[in-house]
């Protein structure tokens, strides 16, 4: 079964630094992977999706992502934080075999200081 | 023109009620999704329904009963309501049933159960 993981809970970083957020997965075949993000008190809107081809993703709000096959990795990045960009990050992970069910990661808190 | 809606968007009640949350999305998806999200950002999902036909039950307790009048509605009734089901319901839709499409949420219902 497919699982997600994204190991740091929390993140603190100052506006205008660089951001990755770290997202690793876990199945048997090529997985269809994505970014979405909560902010407080809204539902997630999805950032970038992976499903083939370039292994680099580039998303909305200026994020992208990297698809590593071998580390089982896909991690977020933003060259230059915002301030608005403090919210709740969350990996999926969904497979080409069968039904659509999305598996979240725990989530990555970012906070960003002024 | 949100694309997908839920209402109420808070919810308070007594242990033991019962209560409805409906859902509603305007993106013309085939396919629609109960996820519950727990007091530490956890998101679980419990159902999928496509094209009104049930496509995924996660075990969920049989108090829950998902109800989809048409495609592009998704209702959640819950009987008998217990503290254990305080958290935010998301609804969801999707384009398909394949994973590639990912995922459009709404804003999240907050049932909180006193």
């Known amino acids: 079964a497919q699982s997600v993981t994204q190991p740091d809970i929390h993140i603190t970083v100052s506006e205008g630094a660089s951001l990755e957020l770290r997202c690793n997965y876990s199945?048997?075949?090529?997985?269809?992977l994505f970014w979405y993000v909560q902010s407080p008190g809204q539902g997630l809107q999805l950032l970038l999706k992976?499903?083939?081809?370039?292994?680099l993703v580039q998303g909305i709000k200026g994020f992208e992502a990297e698809f590593k096959r071998s580390q089982s990795s896909f991690n977020l990045r933003k060259p230059s934080v915002h301030w608005s960009d403090a919210a709740e990050y969350f990996c999926a992970v969904g497979h080409s075999g069968g039904y659509n069910k999305l598996i979240f990661g725990a989530g990555t808190r970012l906070a960003v200081h002024p | 023109d949100t694309a997908v809606s839920q209402t109420p968007k808070y919810l308070v009640t007594q242990m033991g009620n019962d209560k409805s949350i409906k859902c509603e999305q305007n993106l013309g998806h085939d396919t629609m999704y109960w996820y519950k999200q727990d007091s530490k950002k956890f998101l679980k999902i419990m159902f999928s329904y496509n094209n009104k036909e049930l496509i995924i039950n996660e075990t969920v307790p049989n108090r829950f009963s998902p109800k989809s009048p048409d495609k592009a509605h998704l209702n959640l009734h819950i009987n008998s309501l217990e503290l254990g089901d305080s958290a935010v319901y998301f609804c969801a839709s999707s384009q398909g049933m394949s994973d590639v499409y990912g995922y459009t949420f709404g804003s999240g219902t907050r049932l909180t159960v006193v």
């Open positions: 992976y499903f083939s081809g370039d292994t």
């Open positions: 199945y048997g075949a090529t997985p269809y």
